[in-house]
């Protein structure tokens, strides 16, 4: 593979006409498929297979004219301290703005509350529930300013009026904080380059690949059904990896260029070595993130789709628009240790004179030491207290890790709405005046077509259902024009994400096999309270298929690429311990709300359900890039001849900058998703945010030296009859030795981003 990279770094650079006008011809006709389709719309949520999906469904199709994927609203009155609802003038506000909003263009019906007799029991609130014939997110801007009208007209009669339903719901917004994560990527660049150039490649290519993917997503968003969180989420992980993946090709590109190295050789070998890092990183990621199809969650689905699409073009963005744009650089993206005049002149890079040490040229007669970096100091401590850094840092990710043992799952709803908003206050009005069971209503679907006596059937249905504890009221049967089809409304007693209204759905459903036997009618239990239990369970009962699968496949991949067992092994159970620890901040903030007011957090509540197993994927695939990235070093010093505790040091010396920069770099750009008016979005980026920087500063640059010192040797352990079946698909670049100069010269491509050479660099072929 090395060799294969090699040739297209070369290719790319001097081909750099071609490579660009590719690029950007591509970015152009993604964007003009972008602006001619039609906008995401509300993804449809379906989780086929469950008990939930399937009455919806069949109500689709019994009741064809209902718009049940349409768009409703609950106006929600009430009257003044000591008046009520059913007095002369707040009746005639209610009725006014009833007939007000009848009229509206994509409005299906409103239902008068008089009639409806949706009035509480004291009498002091009423509500008008209002549907729409288009969805949520399709709604025209006029008919939501309608809606806001009328309910602030009524408001004027003295009445309270608030609006909760998803009417009111928009595309979520990111907020300035991506622009400021953005802005610190840049000035880490700057920082870790010592050039605006160097520092400005990452960030144009990164942008570039999202661009494409970001607007592929939006030419397809009608035709496949993708939601605007899809492209949020693709934006969030794109432009994380893009940066990341171009930052280590030019760190590379800088150190070959320190060694002397022409400038399309350099790219060449950059491109070679680094680039076979960035092709293996990104396929772990592209794996966590497709596998999260093995869930059956459509909407999950093509979230993972979409984004490991965006990655896939960041990967080859970064193997062949780099190389090309260095080109284009010239000599303004200077060798590594060097300056650019803008940011302080220039200064001599260091040198290696052997093992262990390094001199720098000042232009004085004779030479001076250099001193080690603060890789090179930060790897030699661990190496010499290994049991007291694992130990702490296993101690502390578990201790993070707790909250996570009271993680709850759910999905939004008004309820997890901020208390400012009017919907957040429709859905407390509610719970006031009709009980806290009213805002999670349980539709009963009957299907009684197979029933000889479809009415009694339905009847003893409902009966059945009112006998069972935590049940306040049921609704009179609605019937289909066929008469064998029949809705019923029940309110349970308690809120919607309580164990007792779970436990009422399941016992609804165990009744439907009694049922069924004596009325030859199928009992079903759909709305939103009924999904969110049958999400949550598919969910569970995913994960441990969705990690076996994914884990494993990744596992299989660094056994190939690191010719060993424990390393693997040892980095899948980091991977475990920095994602429980991740989990257990998002439920300390987002549940428990700690730190709310720094998060801007103002409502907390259940973890949204797909969160846990979003963020697995997500974290995995990152994880393993500093993976990757910081032990291939290492791999490499040790196969070289050192020692494996002066491998550890080495393979630190020339990457715990670059990795450092990368894992802040990717912090900063997730943290800026933070602002997000989308609750989910909001938590993935905290969560992501917060577990790159437990993986990367705790379990890699900690754990991971630690645990490779006391394993020393038997770390790169492995099999003879496993070495001999597994393919060599040569990340160390010892076929560019070959293929070059035959190795004289070849130690300096162990050059780090400093300049530096490590010990063994006279022996040393290209390394990744």
Do not use: C
């Amino acid at each position: 593979m090395a060799t294969f990279l090699y040739r297209l770094g070369r290719l790319a650079h001097r081909r750099r006409h071609l490579v660009a006008l590719f690029w950007v011809a591509l970015l152009t006709l993604a964007g003009v498929g972008a602006a001619s389709a039609p906008g995401a719309g509300s993804t449809s949520f379906s989780i086929p297979g469950t008990e939930a999906q399937k009455a919806f469904d069949l109500l689709e199709q019994r009741f064809p004219g209902m718009s049940a994927d349409g768009a409703t609203a609950r106006v929600v009155f009430k009257a003044p301290q000591g008046a009520k609802m059913t007095d002369a003038a707040n009746k005639a506000a209610v009725e006014t703005l009833v007939g007000t909003l009848a009229h509206g263009r994509e409005v299906a019906s409103v239902a008068d509350p008089y009639q409806a007799r949706a009035i509480s029991r004291d009498g002091t609130i009423a509500y008008a529930a209002v549907k729409y014939k288009a969805k949520g997110m399709e709604l025209a801007g006029s008919t939501r300013d309608a809606l806001k009208k009328a309910a602030q007209d009524a408001r004027r009669s003295g009445l309270t009026v608030e609006i909760g339903g998803d009417a009111l719901n928009t595309i979520p917004e990111t907020g300035p904080g991506e622009v400021v994560g953005v802005a610190i990527a840049a000035v880490v660049l700057i920082v870790t380059f010592g050039s605006l150039v160097a520092a400005g490649l990452p960030l144009v290519t990164a942008l570039i690949g999202v661009g494409i993917g970001v607007s592929t997503i939006t030419a397809l968003a009608d035709a496949l059904d993708l939601g605007s969180t899809t492209s949020i989420l693709a934006t969030m992980i794109g432009l994380a990896v893009g940066i990341d993946y171009a930052l280590f090709i030019v760190s590379r590109y800088r150190a070959e260029l320190a060694e002397g190295r022409e400038r399309e050789e350099a790219a060449g070998r950059a491109v070679g070595t680094a680039g076979s890092a960035v092709v293996f990183a990104g396929l772990t990621v592209v794996i966590a993130l497709v596998g999260l199809s093995v869930v059956r969650i459509p909407l999950l689905t093509k979230m993972g789709v979409a984004a490991a699409g965006t990655v896939a073009v960041a990967v080859l963005i970064a193997l062949t628009l780099i190389p090309a744009l260095l080109g284009y650089a010239g000599r303004r993206v200077r060798p590594a240790g060097e300056k650019s005049r803008f940011l302080g002149g220039t200064r001599a890079t260091a040198r290696s004179d052997g093992p262990g040490t390094a001199t720098q040229a000042d232009g004085r007669s004779g030479k001076q030491p250099v001193r080690p970096n603060m890789g090179t100091r930060w790897a030699t401590f661990v190496v010499r207290r290994p049991v007291a850094v694992l130990l702490l840092g296993v101690v502390g990710l578990g201790a993070a890790a707790i909250p996570a043992a009271s993680l709850e799952l759910g999905l939004p709803d008004d309820g997890s709405q901020p208390v400012s908003t009017t919907q957040r206050r429709a859905y407390d009005l509610l719970s006031e005046g009709f009980g806290p069971g009213f805002n999670g209503p349980l539709m009963v679907v009957v299907d009684a077509g197979g029933s000889d006596q479809p009415k009694a059937a339905v009847d003893t249905v409902a009966g059945r259902i009112k006998a069972l504890d935590d049940v306040v009221a049921l609704t009179p049967a609605t019937y289909n024009k066929a008469g064998d089809t029949a809705m019923i409304t029940v309110i349970p007693a308690s809120k919607p994400s309580s164990t007792s209204t779970e436990d009422l759905v399941h016992a609804i459903r165990g009744k439907g096999a009694d049922i069924e036997a004596t009325t030859d009618a199928k009992v079903l239990v759909t709305g939103s309270t009924a999904m969110n239990i049958d999400v949550s369970k598919k969910l569970n009962d995913a994960l441990v298929p969705y990690l076996v699968l994914v884990v494993g496949l990744a596992f299989l991949l660094l056994i190939v690429v690191f010719r060993s067992v424990l390393v693997p092994l040892k980095a899948a159970l980091g991977f475990l311990l920095s994602v429980l620890a991740a989990l257990g901040a998002v439920v300390a903030v987002f549940q428990w709300g700690w730190l709310s007011g720094v998060m801007n957090v103002e409502q907390t509540g259940p973890v949204m359900s797909m969160m846990p197993i979003f963020m697995v994927g997500v974290v995995f695939g990152l994880a393993m890039d500093y993976e990757v990235f910081l032990v291939t070093r290492m791999r490499e010093a040790y196969v070289h001849g050192e020692e494996p505790t002066q491998a550890i040091v080495t393979g630190f010396r020339h990457g715990a900058r670059v990795v450092t920069a990368a894992a802040i770099i990717m912090s900063a750009v997730f943290s800026g998703f933070i602002g997000s008016s989308e609750s989910m979005v909001k938590m993935i980026g905290f969560g992501l945010a917060i577990a790159v920087f437990f993986d990367a500063f705790i379990v890699r640059m900690a754990i991971v030296p630690a645990v490779l010192a006391l394993l020393g040797r038997r770390a790169w352990w492995l099999p003879k009859w496993l070495d001999r079946v597994l393919p060599d698909v040569d990340v160390e670049g010892e076929g560019l030795r070959a293929l070059t100069d035959g190795g004289a010269g070849d130690g300096g491509a162990a050059g780090d981003d400093d300049g530096h050479r490590g010990p063994g660099a006279d022996r040393e072929t290209a390394r990744v």
